[in-house]
């Protein structure tokens, strides 16, 4: 079985990550699952943005809880570092806003930053991320993500139907599958340089689906073949969509 090409922040290198230019160009491309990221603004709006600041991605600084949705939106998000003003219009968007236009065309991989995560369980990111997907009707094409665990096991509480996938960068098979089955996760997603064959078994056994980040090379693909991965995360998505149908 071919791996799914999981579209990391969208087409990120060549659009601005995480803004709807990225995932328009994702889909353009044939994208299945797009991924990104979310963060809550200064009144508690999730919105899709990597960092715990904008000072790289925008043209503003500071931290993004600090900064009110209007605020957020004034600036443009795109990411002049790496592609000048060819994007400047482009603004952060709500998490809203994106599952609006994800919908009925791509899954969406909703990655829960850990700077966004709080004590406040019933009311923090977590809640108000799942709130969003119910408000779009997409129960049924979602995932959650993230670094941390608590995260995910607050939304297995909340919302006990919605898939969930631990990311990490490196540990030991049996404590990286011990670690997602604990909070429920049903994907299991090292950096790839952490895969190995005693993970893929491990994973096998515990009933874990295996992916990886970040692949951008269609020489990556073949190399890790052993590791029979269920999703690969890519900034390239259609490099390696059109080594997969070649």
Not at 8 to 33: C, I, K, M, Q, Y
């Amino acid at each position: 079985m071919k791996p799914y090409v999981i579209a990391h922040r969208g087409d990120s290198a060549h659009r601005p990550e995480n803004t709807l230019a990225s995932f328009a160009s994702a889909l353009e491309l044939g994208a299945d699952v797009v991924e990104f990221d979310v963060q809550l603004s200064r009144e508690g709006e999730p919105v899709v943005i990597h960092d715990a600041t904008v000072d790289r991605t925008t043209d503003g600084r500071g931290r993004v809880a600090d900064l009110s949705l209007p605020e957020l939106r004034r600036l443009s998000a795109g990411y002049a570092e790496r592609f000048g003003q060819a994007w400047a219009g482009e603004r952060v968007p709500t998490l809203a806003e994106v599952l609006g236009f994800l919908k009925g065309r791509a899954r969406a991989l909703i990655e829960i930053k850990h700077d966004s995560v709080s004590d406040d369980a019933l009311g923090g990111v977590e809640a108000r991320t799942l709130a969003a997907v119910r408000k779009a009707g997409l129960l049924g094409e979602a995932a959650v993500l993230s670094f941390d665990p608590r995260a995910l096991a607050r939304c297995r509480e909340l919302e006990p139907g919605l898939p969930c996938g631990l990311l990490y960068l490196r540990d030991e098979p049996a404590a990286a599958v011990a670690r997602a089955l604990e909070v429920g996760a049903r994907l299991l997603l090292p950096e790839k340089g952490g895969l190995s064959l005693e993970l893929r078994d491990r994973a096998r056994a515990a009933g874990l689906k295996l992916a990886a980040w970040v692949v951008d090379e269609p020489g990556e693909l073949v190399a890790l073949a052993p590791f029979e991965l269920y999703g690969v995360a890519s900034n390239r998505p259609g490099v390696l969509l059109e080594a997969l149908a070649d």
